[in-house]
């Protein structure tokens, strides 16, 4: 009888050991639990028994000791507390690395503006046809030799400006990068999480820069009431707080930063999901949750445009459909003359990465 016969899973058959099983889906869980090691081992047991995740000659307890051995907790003998190390930190970020960006195609999606050149450039598959000025070193022998065989035959080797090609490089710039991310507490309200998304994507993109583009810099920026930049390391243990959006906060950190560096290619990654809601004077919090106030996207606004001129492009990620916040990010965006996407939380991280790394490259000729 033809067709399909399925079986149930069962853990340890796609050739990963029980250990490597576990470690995946508790790395997952702690960027939910915000770094929280009990939690996501409460958690991992309640999945055990539903799913049956371990057998009998492997169980929990083997799992959270070979985590000790191999480095990934540490418990405090003082007061019994766990957390977790560096080395789980940066497989947070590996994870999430390759959970984003791991299986994206090629795109031509993205492409946002370099204002001045960076450094290092990297041959690429494309040729073409020689034109006057090439340099030499551009020239792809084997491809052009192949060419005069073709043309002229093989018996008397003859090789004619037609025949030469000219193998393309990728111009590679590096680019300061500032992340702001939204944690306001709209940000997990109407029952939908949006803060891990978010982190995955701040953890990802860190790890794809400092192991592939090391020469770039990425800051992040947090803003609630107030804004303030945190650690790559301190990534997974971000949360929401009962916080009003103050996006001009979050924009005049990211400016500071920015003027700070000596890197010509700047920009601003904005991560949010509601409209600017507090706006701070001297000591006293401006605050309106109930509508875009002029008084605050009239300040969000200036300050695009400041960072037009400083030539920092700011692209917004906003995760939210209501047509009066869309208005408003268009207006935004035009004004910096930046690109907004309206993101939905599965496809976010990647628009960011297409976008980021469509910036990083600019064809020679």
């Given at each position: 009888?033809?067709?399909?016969?399925?079986?149930?899973?069962?853990?340890?058959?796609?050739?990963?050991?029980?250990?490597?099983?576990?470690?995946?889906?508790?790395?997952?869980?702690?960027?939910?639990t915000?770094g929280?090691?009990?939690?996501?081992?409460?958690w991992?047991?309640?999945?055990?028994?539903?799913?049956?995740?371990?057998?009998?000659?492997?169980?929990?307890?083997?799992?959270?000791e070979?985590?000790?051995?191999?480095?990934?907790i540490?418990?405090?003998?003082?007061?019994?507390?766990?957390?977790?190390?560096?080395?789980?930190?940066?497989?947070?970020r590996k994870?999430?690395?390759?959970?984003?960006?791991?299986k994206?195609?090629?795109?031509?999606q993205?492409?946002?503006?370099?204002?001045?050149?960076?450094?290092?450039?990297e041959?690429?598959?494309?040729?073409?046809?020689?034109?006057?000025?090439?340099?030499?070193?551009q020239i792809?022998?084997?491809?052009?030799?192949?060419?005069?065989?073709?043309?002229?035959g093989i018996?008397?080797?003859?090789?004619?400006?037609?025949?030469?090609?000219?193998?393309?490089?990728?111009?590679?710039?590096?680019?300061s990068?500032?992340l702001?991310?939204?944690?306001?507490?709209?940000?997990?309200?109407?029952?939908?999480?949006?803060i891990t998304?978010?982190?995955?994507?701040?953890?990802?993109l860190?790890?794809?820069?400092t192991t592939?583009?090391?020469?770039?810099?990425?800051?992040?920026?947090?803003?609630?009431?107030?804004?303030?930049?945190?650690?790559?390391?301190?990534?997974?243990?971000?949360?929401?707080?009962?916080?009003?959006?103050?996006?001009?906060?979050?924009?005049?950190?990211?400016?500071?930063?920015?003027?700070?560096r000596?890197?010509?290619?700047?920009?601003?990654?904005?991560?949010?999901d509601?409209?600017?809601?507090?706006?701070?004077?001297?000591?006293?919090y401006?605050?309106?949750?109930?509508?875009?106030?002029?008084?605050?996207?009239?300040?969000c606004?200036n300050?695009a445009?400041?960072?037009?001129k400083?030539?920092?492009?700011?692209?917004t990620?906003?995760?939210?459909?209501?047509?009066?916040?869309?208005?408003?990010?268009?207006?935004f965006?035009?004004?910096?003359?930046g690109k907004?996407f309206?993101?939905?939380?599965?496809?976010?991280?990647?628009?960011?990465?297409?976008?980021?790394?469509?910036?990083?490259?600019?064809?020679?000729?």
């Amino acid at each position: 009888m033809k067709g399909y016969h399925f079986t149930g899973f069962r853990p340890g058959e796609d050739g990963k050991s029980v250990f490597d099983q576990l470690l995946e889906i508790f790395l997952k869980l702690l960027t939910y639990t915000s770094g929280d090691v009990s939690e996501a081992l409460q958690w991992l047991n309640k999945l055990d028994q539903e799913y049956e995740l371990t057998n009998p000659e492997y169980g929990m307890g083997d799992f959270i000791e070979e985590l000790k051995d191999k480095g990934y907790i540490d418990e405090n003998p003082g007061n019994g507390s766990i957390k977790i190390t560096p080395k789980t930190e940066q497989g947070i970020r590996k994870k999430s690395l390759e959970e984003i960006f791991g299986k994206l195609k090629k795109t031509k999606q993205g492409n946002h503006q370099t204002f001045k050149p960076g450094s290092g450039d990297e041959q690429n598959s494309e040729t073409r046809p020689f034109q006057f000025g090439d340099m030499l070193e551009q020239i792809d022998f084997t491809e052009s030799i192949r060419n005069a065989q073709i043309n002229h035959g093989i018996e008397s080797f003859n090789m004619k400006e037609d025949d030469l090609q000219i193998r393309e490089s990728d111009f590679k710039s590096q680019t300061s990068t500032v992340l702001m991310i939204d944690i306001s507490h709209s940000m997990i309200l109407y029952g939908e999480d949006r803060i891990t998304p978010a982190k995955k994507v701040a953890m990802a993109l860190s790890e794809l820069i400092t192991t592939r583009y090391p020469k770039d810099t990425l800051d992040i920026v947090v803003f609630g009431n107030d804004a303030w930049p945190v650690e790559i390391k301190d990534l997974p243990y971000l949360q929401v707080g009962p916080y009003h959006t103050n996006t001009v906060a979050g924009l005049e950190l990211a400016m500071d930063i920015l003027r700070r560096r000596r890197n010509p290619n700047k920009q601003i990654f904005m991560i949010t999901d509601g409209k600017p809601t507090c706006l701070k004077i001297g000591k006293r919090y401006y605050k309106n949750s109930f509508g875009l106030d002029r008084k605050i996207t009239t300040r969000c606004l200036n300050l695009a445009a400041q960072c037009k001129k400083l030539k920092i492009t700011i692209t917004t990620f906003m995760i939210a459909s209501d047509p009066y916040l869309q208005r408003f990010v268009n207006e935004f965006t035009e004004t910096n003359q930046g690109k907004a996407f309206f993101a939905s939380l599965d496809h976010l991280g990647a628009f960011i990465f297409r976008d980021f790394e469509s910036g990083k490259r600019k064809t020679v000729y």
